[in-house]
């Protein structure tokens, strides 16, 4: 296992495009987690899958957002139509219960 | 508010320098995470804590947990150029939800 994959590693869009992220976490993890980060901050939580189920999302994540995990391994989160505040890294991890996390290289999204 | 602080936000040194970061809040904690980021990439886990007064190295790395559980440090000895990167610590959230919660951040610049 090669660690938690994330695609693509850059994004460009104009405002007002849909996007889509994917993330491949380690095999053997059951949970996942997504995460937004901008410049100089730590990253933000914005949701959490055990397994297939979607267990927590924050506040950051408007009804512009949406994740799924749908057989409980890989995930994808879209945004759609996409606002310059969009812009920011994007990062998923994976975890067993009470482990640290591993992250994945992030999707760093640029909205022009 | 933030749950937890970090200082100092930046830190420029000497390649052989020490240093110390500090990770404060006004809550208890059963545990406290560690992560170093390097530009581009994700978190890396560096180490958890989870004792009162707890100490761990890891090579030039000292980590300790406050006695109330409440702030943790880092301590670098004889920094290096690789030591460069933002450190974060961060905390897992009460109950049933596992996700964690990061601090804002110590960016260090190690220079030759």
């Known amino acids: 296992d090669t660690g938690v994959s994330q695609d693509p590693r850059h994004k460009i869009t104009k405002r007002g495009q849909n996007v889509t992220f994917r993330c491949d976490p380690i095999s053997e993890h059951n949970r996942l987690y997504w995460y937004r980060q901008t410049l100089g901050q730590g990253p933000e939580f914005l949701t959490y899958?055990?397994?297939?189920?979607?267990?927590?999302k924050s506040r950051l994540l408007s009804d512009r957002f949406s994740a799924e995990r749908p057989k409980g391994s890989f995930s994808t989160l879209e945004i759609q139509r996409t606002e310059q505040g969009d812009s920011a890294m994007y990062l998923c991890?994976?975890?067993?219960?009470?482990?640290?996390?591993?992250f994945g290289s992030g999707t760093r999204l640029t909205v022009v | 508010t933030q749950l937890l602080e970090q200082s100092p936000q930046f830190l420029s040194i000497q390649e052989g320098e020490n240093l110390t970061v500090y990770c404060n809040s006004s809550s208890v904690f059963s545990s406290l995470q560690w992560y170093r980021q390097e530009p581009g990439e994700g978190p890396v886990l560096l180490v958890t804590?989870?004792?009162?007064?707890e100490v761990k190295k890891l090579k030039r790395l000292t980590f300790q947990f406050g006695d109330a559980r409440k702030d943790s440090s880092l301590h670098i000895t004889a920094a290096q150029p690789g030591d460069t990167g933002l450190y974060l610590c961060?905390?897992?959230?009460?109950?049933?939800?596992?996700?964690?919660?990061f601090g804002t951040g110590t960016r260090l610049q190690v220079m030759l």
């Open positions: 899958f055990q397994n297939e189920a979607q267990l927590e």
């Open positions: 991890a994976s975890s067993l219960p009470n482990y640290g996390y591993t």
């Open positions: 804590v989870v004792t009162g007064g």
């Open positions: 961060a905390v897992r959230g009460d109950g049933t939800a596992s996700k964690l919660t």
